[in-house]
Nanobody
Framework: VQLQASGGGLVQAGGSLRLSCAASGRTFNTLVMGWFRQAPGKEREFVACINWSGSTTYYNDSVKARFTLSRDNAKNTIDLQMNSLSVEDTAVYYC??????????????????WGQGTLVTVSS
């Protein structure tokens, strides 16, 4: 599946951004979708994932209650609404996909397809 992430940019601490990821090439409603991020010098980190129907989401504790992940199977897209951003959220954000029967996958190696990344920079 081909993934195209968008929506990154520069925002002040406390602000909001909305990331989107568009998918093509495979039946979207069979896929678990996830967001990961990677800050300079750090390993890629799980952010959130959503199951094929959108009924189940799972978040890294560091973003829980600030980020909301949703999907639109009619449009083959997922959206990550990020609120109350802090400098620690600065990273390249990647969307990822995998076919799976479970609702939650949190390790990068579990995902088979990746978008190109979109940079989120939060200034203090």
């Amino acid at each position: 599946v081909q993934l195209q992430a968008s929506g990154g940019g520069l925002v002040q601490a406390g602000g909001s951004l909305r990331l989107s990821c568009a998918a093509s090439g495979r039946t979207f409603n069979t896929l678990v979708m996830g967001w990961f991020r990677q800050a300079p010098g750090k390993e890629r980190e799980f952010v959130a994932c959503i199951n094929w129907s959108g009924s189940t989401t799972y978040y890294n504790d560091s973003v829980k209650a600030r980020f909301t992940l949703s999907r639109d199977n009619a449009k083959n897209t997922i959206d990550l609404q990020m609120n109350s951003l802090s400098v620690e959220d600065t990273a390249v954000y990647y969307c990822a996909a995998k076919f799976g029967i479970r609702a939650v996958y949190t390790r990068p190696g579990q995902y088979t397809d990746w978008g190109q990344g979109t940079l989120v920079t939060v200034s203090s």
